[in-house]
């Protein structure tokens, strides 16, 4: 009798998770012998950790155990971490075990982008898990606690440096407007003591983005305390200093890294031809030369044709790849050797900017304030109903639209 092939999926983010979830719709697990490898027992939303990271939503809002979502009698999982690929052995070390494949997904995420910025790494907080958030959080109400009690005002503990005014940069920049009024109110501090300050390298906020959403996102912000410093590049990090590259000097005990990402150093090191940690997949989205590793999410480079740029690794496209590797997974394990080509399909970009503010471009429609933030928490319920349906988008969705 033959033996099951196997199917690893490394990694519970979007990519993994949703193809996880449509395998098992799929009742591939009858054919196979699939795996879920993830570091913690909880998948999380990554587009929604800027909310917990300044305060304004719990970070449990934003996680759910695996095992409520995805059928563990179907689907095994492990919990354990990723420390290397063996792809010519076709084994995946991880720190507690090992296993062997037949067929490996990656979906290991990304790691923050630094671009080689001396003290970035030991000096600056990232916005990148459940756990750096609650992080960002406590010591954000720690400066307000500290700078409350002290005779001799420090006024680097409210100077807050967001560095990036990407999609992160900007919409934890919006929380933070919503956040810092309840905490001065609650540490009795003069909100005009409190600075939030943006700093971009790029000759613009929002980098692609429509140039009047940009405007009115700016304007927002700034209508709320933010100040910008566009076009400026960051030279260093210190302890409680960033330098720009201009010759500034800003005093900060808060300074958040959100310049960009790249893909995760486990595939650089597992032998992949890689830009910044991510693979320029074949159409059918696996690795060049293996046709027996799919990789999607912020592992994955796809080329956007019109352009000839990559498409920038979004939610949306990771969760479009899961249902394309998912198909492509089904149909390997029939013996069949058509797959289907992953096309994505961007049906519209919405940024937040705290509160009921967001602006977006849904097909070629500019839209702006409450109606773009309602869009905005439609699209989080969307995720939410494709991967648990209605009974996980009550019990974890954004239901208050307006």
């Known amino acids: 009798m033959n033996r099951k092939p196997k199917i690893v999926i490394l990694g519970a983010g979007y990519g993994g998770m949703m193809t996880a979830s449509r395998l098992k719709k799929a009742n591939a697990h009858q054919d196979a012998d699939i795996t879920l490898v993830n570091k913690h027992n909880y998948h999380y939303q990554t587009t929604w950790l800027h ?6 939503l719990h970070h449990d809002r934003t996680r759910m155990k695996i ?5 563990t009698n179907k689907i095994q999982f492990i919990k354990d971490a990723v420390v290397k690929i063996n792809k010519e052995e076709k084994k995946v070390v991880l720190e507690k075990s090992e296993l062997d494949y037949d067929y490996l997904v990656i979906g290991l995420g990304s790691e923050p982008e630094t671009f080689g910025i001396p003290g970035v790494k030991e000096h600056a907080f990232s916005i990148r898990s459940v756990n750096s958030v609650r992080l960002i959080r406590e010591h954000i109400e720690y400066m307000f606690a500290n700078y409350n009690k002290q005779e001799e005002k420090q006024e680097d503990l409210l100077t807050f440096v967001v560095a990036g005014a990407g999609f992160t940069g900007i919409e934890f920049v919006g929380e933070l407007t919503e956040r810092i009024p309840e905490l001065c109110e609650e540490y009795d501090i ?3 003591k409190v600075k939030i300050i943006s700093v971009e390298a790029a000759p613009t906020a929002l980098p692609g983005f429509d140039e009047e959403l940009v405007e009115y996102a700016m304007n927002h912000l700034e209508s709320k305390g933010v100040q910008f410093k566009i076009n400026t590049p960051i030279k260093e990090v210190q302890d409680g200093v960033v330098l720009l590259a201009d010759g500034t000097e800003i005093k900060s005990q808060t300074i958040v890294w959100t310049t960009g990402i790249r893909g ?3 595939v650089d090191d597992a032998g992949f031809e890689t830009m910044r940690g991510r693979v320029k997949v074949e159409k059918d989205l696996r690795a060049p030369g293996h046709d027996d590793v799919f990789i999607i999410g912020d592992c ?3 080329i956007n044709e019109e352009i000839n740029r990559p498409y920038p690794p979004t939610a949306q496209i990771a969760i479009q790849q899961a249902y394309t590797c998912a198909k492509n997974l089904k149909a390997l394990v029939a013996g069949k050797t058509e797959l289907e080509e992953f096309k994505p399909d961007i049906k519209g970009t919405v940024a937040s900017l705290g509160g ?14 409450h109606s773009a933030s309602a869009v905005k928490k439609l699209i989080d319920n969307r995720y939410l109903y494709m991967l648990g349906g209605m009974p996980l988008v009550l019990k974890k969705g954004k239901l ?3």
């Open 190 to 192: 003069d909100r005009k």
């Open 400 to 402: 208050n639209l307006f």
């Open 67 to 71: 095992d409520s979502v995805i059928d």
């Open 356 to 369: 009921k503010e967001a602006i977006g471009l849904v097909g070629d429609k500019k839209i702006y304030g």
């Open 51 to 56: 909310e917990p990271a300044a305060g304004t």
């Open 264 to 266: 995760s150093s486990i």
């Open 300 to 302: 994955a480079l796809i």
